[in-house]
């Protein structure tokens, strides 16, 4: 199916002023470079403003998914793995809403960020310089839909992937951390010796 028979696409909010000085509160906001090109957010680069004069229709909802619309990977983050308080997706973000009930939002973000979806993308991209997924092309994705259970469980499967990758790098810094930090204590200690001995 297409993703216009599944989703309605939005854009994100524009700002005419930009950001405004950083703020340490007021409304989160979700920009393009928050998610990773796995299509994951990266929440501790996000911003906030000031400004909180936003209407409802703007706001995450949860089953949103974010895609990033410009870029050399076109990924997409879905808001049920990482939101817990409101936000607003800037441009240029497209906000996909499912309004179909056998399209789970977690798979849909899943899918998008797959090869053979972001190869269909590319077919219809802009730009020379910066590549752009303009709204009538990601409306004309063509969604493999299994039935919703196997979406879930691919969704599950994908998040659980996700979470051993993270958790394989972090155990590979702390190991060359602490290999550094003995290599480099082994040093010192030769050093040490060699002073003593002269």
Known sequence: MKLSELCSVQSGLTLRNGLGPPTVSG????????????GELAIGRSSRMANTDIRAHHLIQPGDVLFKSRGAH???????????????????????????????????AWFINQLPAQQQLAQGATGTTVRTINKPVLMDLEV???????????????????????????????RHQVISLRLNELSQNCSNELSRQA
Not at 27 to 37: G, H, K, N, Y
Not at 157 to 171: K, S
């Open 144 to 174: 493999k839909l299994p039935p919703l259970r196997v979406q879930r469980k691919i969704a599950e499967l994908a998040a659980l992937d996700r979470i051993e990758r993270n958790l394989v790098d972090r155990l590979a810094n702390l």
């Open 74 to 108: 076109n990924s997409a983050w879905s808001s049920g793995e990482g939101i817990d308080e409101p936000a607003v997706a800037l441009m240029p973000l497209f906000v996909l809403r499912p309004t179909s009930s056998a399209l789970d939002a977690n798979y849909l």
């Open 27 to 38: 409304m989160l906001v979700v920009q393009p470079s928050d998610i990773t090109d796995e």
